[in-house]
């Protein structure tokens, strides 16, 4: 968790997710037109992990919307309900939320009222 968002910062965070979860060549990785998501060196580390990029038509958030529909969930359920005095505080209940509720615990409509966790396992 860092105060800005630089290429940098959205390259360690990609290299933390396919660390921890080892996605298949193919995965893909949607984004915003963010500088940092269109950066050369971003979009050349996702072809070394031979993963696609998927970037939204400029003006159509539909293209993104799972993504527009959880950071959404996720400020409505979190974010406006408190203000945390640390970083540490704001990263120890973000994490809280995403894995141990919203990955774990809550059912999502576009999965067919199954949790993401439940879906990945069903999906193999």
């Known amino acids: 968790m860092r105060d800005h968002m630089r290429t940098e910062l ?3 965070a990609l290299m933390m997710a396919i660390q921890r979860q080892r996605p ?5 990785c ?3 037109r963010g ?3 269109a950066a050369e060196a971003y979009r050349r580390q996702l072809a070394d992990i031979q993963a696609i990029p998927s970037m939204s038509r400029a003006g159509c958030c539909y293209d993104n919307a799972p993504m527009e529909s959880f950071f959404h969930t996720l400020k409505v359920e979190l974010i406006h309900q408190r203000r945390w005095v640390t970083r540490d505080e ?4 973000l994490f809280a939320y995403i894995e141990g509720y919203s990955n774990r615990q809550r059912l ?3 999965l067919g ?3 993401p966790e439940k879906a990945e396992r069903n999906a193999g």
Do not use: N
């Open 10 to 12: 959205t390259s360690a």
């Open 24 to 28: 298949p060549a193919g995965l893909i």
């Open 30 to 32: 949607h984004s915003d």
């Open 35 to 37: 500088s940092q998501y």
């Open 90 to 93: 704001a990263r120890r209940d």
């Open 108 to 110: 999502h409509s576009a």
């Open 113 to 115: 009222y199954i949790t």
